[in-house]
């Protein structure tokens, strides 16, 4: 077996025996020792695959981003379907992977996702691989023509981003039949938040807001400036250079 | 197949706000109509009830048509029960039938996926996800199933019965102030019950099993249902060719061939009621689909009733009892068929009698001649729909047996497309009129 899928063999071994400790025993009292004895590793062995548990949670949780991602390419026609089936569908995705796990992300998914204090980086990576899907389901609307450009395009990313958060944490309280309260939340916000980017409600806001800055604001600090020359001139008169 | 759906509330706090204004504005008229009741001469109050109802509906049409879907539906089958709907409402409601909201490509998928626990591309060799018809509360997506064949996927929208419980409810909480609430609520539980019917396939499934071995008429076609890729929200059947009835209209097909279709449908529905006792009481020109050789495709086996043999007996004399000027059986059997209430002031019971048979006599007008005309007669519809309105004035002293208003609204949807056709159907048949 060639080294590479060894180490994938192993990496991933880990990956499921850390879900099924975590499931069993809690998030706190899963160590490192008793992952690599359950995945039959040597003490020291584990660590050549993983530095620490916040690492093997932040792999299980952007592996499982990746996979989704690349399970959306082999949709039909996926390339056709407009950014709000896209986003849809690959919410959708994640969700019904994370199905399989659900009692693990529901006892790990804070810890990762909303970080404090130095576990902060941990999500990083999970977030750039999300922003960088999110780009490119959002450049081919633009390119399209289904959506205009939109300014603060960082700060959509953001919102979509807290708002995939927000949606995994909703579906995780979710007690309806097969999740549909999740579904129909999802279909519906989702309708919602497409027609604010397809309708350019974000640039139009900030076409009025630059509007308002330069007619009102701006034209107040031209009114400050002249009156501060103002004042260096009377005081120049008055005590010299 | 769809409408616009643009302006259509879709949150539950946008419907919710179009509810409490609707449901603000009700209540305030009916404050002021029981404000200035005890006020009103005895000979205005039935008036003045009357024009209370009509206001109400208007506000609640124009409130809850926001709405639509589900909440629509149910203010369709109200209007159908109750004719305290405006003419203009009424058009209105019949128009907007099938704007319910649609469901995209991605909801498809995850709507597989929770039937069936498999991406449609796993289940069917081929899956069109883009939709080809809407279906009442869903839609219909055309597919190839594993082994080749045609196949026409039902669809509906996740947590649909939910919506059309908590439709419902708000409509209870809207109505109650009504004078005629009583009449309503009853009503709307038996919209309740057919609504959440319409939404179980594997009820639809076995019925449409049913109608398929026992119907036999050979230029009928009930298609047979996938049962593999069917379940109680997915619904597969075999793909029928051909057009729906309004399309084939617009085809301005020849009258013989009007006629024939029209024909058929009546052989359909009479086979169903007389020989099967189960009806197809839903018809509407979209579940008609007219093939080439002008076969009929029936579709959309959602609202389906049995009656009771002993019950359909007793109809089966009405068009001939009251062609025969026999006024007295007419109304020994719409008392046996449990239409009137017992105890009536004997005045009031002549008027319901009179005006009951004379709703009978108009009916069996259609049988008077060997073949009765609808081009030729064009206003003859109008004219039952307005003695409809005239019993509707004595609705508190009408008990109408469910199976009777269910026989009767399907007969009406009937005529309603005969009419449409502008065909001759030969309504005399060898159960409804001796040999």
Known sequence: ?241 | MSEPYDNLPMSNWQRGKVSGKTAARLCGHALKYWSRKPFRADERQIASKEEFNRHSAQILFKGLSLLRGTALKICQQLCFEFEFFPAAIRAELEKSYNQVPPINRALVRKILFNAFGASPEHIFRHFDSKAFAAASLGQVHVAEAQDGRQLAVKIQYPGIRQTIKNDLGLFRSFLRPLPDYPAIHKALAEIETVLIEETDYVREAERMQFFGSHLRLPEITVPAVDSRTSCETVLSMHFIEGATLNAWLKTNPSRQARDTVAALLNKLFLKSLYELNVIHADPNPGNFIIRKDLSVGLVDFGCVKRLKKSFIDDCRLLPYTAYQNDKDGYIRLLKKLNVFKKQVDPVLETHIYDTAYRFGQWYAGFYREDVFDYHANKDYIQIGRDLTTEIYQFRRHIDLNPDFIFLDRTRYGLMRIFEQLGARVRFRNRWEWPV
Not at chain 1, 22 to 38: W, Y
Not at chain 1, 121 to 149: L, N, Y
Not at chain 1, 181 to 208: I, M, R, W
């Open chain 1, 1 to 241: 077996m060639p080294t590479n899928a060894k180490t994938k063999q192993i990496r991933d071994r880990i990956l499921k025996v850390f879900a099924d400790r975590v499931v069993e025993k809690g998030l706190k009292a899963t160590t490192m020792r008793s992952v690599a004895h359950a995945a039959e590793l040597g003490r020291a062995e584990i660590y050549r695959y993983f530095p620490t548990r916040t690492a093997i949670l932040s792999a299980y949780y952007h592996d499982h981003m990746v996979t989704c991602i690349d399970n959306l390419k082999r949709v039909d026609e996926f390339n056709a379907y407009s950014l709000q089936e896209k986003l849809q569908l690959f919410i959708e995705s994640c969700l019904e992977a994370f199905l399989a796990d659900r009692e693990f992300v529901d006892r790990s998914f804070g810890a990762v996702f909303f970080p404090c204090g130095f576990n902060g980086h941990s999500v990083q990576a999970i977030r750039e691989v999300f922003e960088q899907f999110v780009d490119t389901v959002f450049q081919a609307a633009i390119a399209t023509g289904e959506m205009p450009p939109q300014v603060y395009q960082g700060v959509i990313y953001r919102f979509f981003w807290d708002y995939y958060r927000a949606v995994v944490v909703y579906w995780l309280r979710d007690t309806s039949e097969q999740f549909q309260n999740t579904t129909v939340l999802l279909d519906k916000s989702l309708e919602l938040f497409c027609t604010v980017l397809q309708a350019g409600l974000v640039n139009k806001s900030h076409d009025l807001g630059v509007h308002l800055i330069k007619t009102h604001l701006l034209k107040s600090f031209g009114f400050m400036q002249a009156t501060m020359a103002g004042i260096g001139s009377i005081k120049r008169n008055l005590f010299g250079e």
